[in-house]
């Protein structure tokens, strides 16, 4: 079966991990790599795209290049926990707009709009995979150390948006 891959977050390293497996599984035919740039790839099976997480319209676009093609398989590998401007919160004090407005759209928000545009291109005649990656410190019953405020809140409602679309794609 000649299968196409769609991968959100290319240019990470697991993103790019991905990238690398699947370009090298005889059933995959084509590897369609988002990331905020493209990328140049040897293997000709894997095609690159512009896709910001942060833009609406950008999620948009990208999907629209690839509608023609069945997707089989889409994995969201997209996700921030700090940046050169801001660390994981430690404590409450440490909390801020600006850094949990930005973990909360990589993390929640901008995956939940690759759903939105990308699962309509899921192919319906054979089994599909739509795979976020998510994080055990989203889990509320698990958290026993506190902290990282933003990623864990910014990833407990990740799951519950993979949860909803559960519910609605039955």
């Known amino acids: 079966m000649d299968k196409n891959v769609a991968i959100i977050g290319a240019s990470g390293a697991i993103g790019n991990a991905f990238v690398e497996h699947y370009s090298n599984d005889q059933s995959v035919k084509n590897v369609f790599a988002f990331s905020r740039k493209k990328q140049s790839y040897e293997n000709k099976k894997v095609q690159s795209f512009d896709l910001d997480i942060e833009n609406q319209e950008s999620i948009q676009d ?65 089994k599909s995979v739509l795979a976020f990656l998510s994080a055990r410190v989203g889990s509320i019953s698990d958290n026993k150390l506190g902290g990282w405020y933003s990623y864990r809140a910014s990833k407990t409602a990740l799951n519950q948006i993979i949860k909803n679309f559960s519910i609605e794609l039955k």
């Open 62 to 126: 990208a999907a629209e290049e690839v509608k023609d093609n069945h997707l089989n398989h889409i994995i969201i590998a997209t996700g921030i926990l700090h940046s050169e401007s801001f660390g994981p919160e430690k404590s409450i004090k440490d909390i801020n707009h600006e850094s949990m407005t930005k973990v909360m759209s990589v993390n929640t928000i901008g995956p939940s709009l690759v759903g939105r545009y990308f699962i309509p291109l899921l192919t319906k005649d054979t």
